[in-house]
């Protein structure tokens, strides 16, 4: 958290400029910019709900690091493998609406890559790579909500197997 004007509504502005790489696009008071992590996002991820008044919730600068810790943290409590999947909130450019995906995990293959495996109708697929850590990060919210100050939401069942796998959901420079 950092500490912003709760009584200016343009306070965290300095913040998204610091927290960008890049400014791609400016709208009124709204900034599409693009993160040191390579994230594409509205003011550079820089919320102001779901927190207290005069604060600001900026993006871990390590997520994948936050996860390993989360994950080694239930190893080491509970004794079990677990993947983790931390996600935020995200716009969708000429889209409605909001949807969460993951911006880090840890313990899991984030992208399935489908390329060279045959669809159901024995067609080649010759892109297909699903981000399944966004899926899972969806499916999470729905349980979790938006405001419902619910933190976490387990998955089970899922098919993806667990693995030692580094950062494969971001697009590589």
Known sequence: MVPVDPHD???HKPLVEREAV???RRRGDLLLTETVHG???A??????SNVERGSAALLPEDPDRSARRIRDAIAGRAGVAVGVVISD?????WRRGVTDVAIGCAGLRPVVDLRGTTDSFGQELR???????????????LVMGKSSGTPVA?????RVALHRGRRAHRRRR
Not at 89 to 93: A, E, H, L, V
């Open 9 to 11: 509504p343009l306070s």
């Open 22 to 24: 890049r400014v791609l």
């Open 39 to 41: 994230f594409v996002c």
């Open 43 to 48: 003011n550079s991820g820089i919320d102001l």
């Open 89 to 93: 909130t995200f716009g969708r450019p």
């Open 127 to 141: 892109v297909t790579e699903v981000a399944v850590v966004d899926e899972i990060a969806a499916a999470a919210e």
């Open 154 to 158: 387990i998955v089970r069942a899922h």
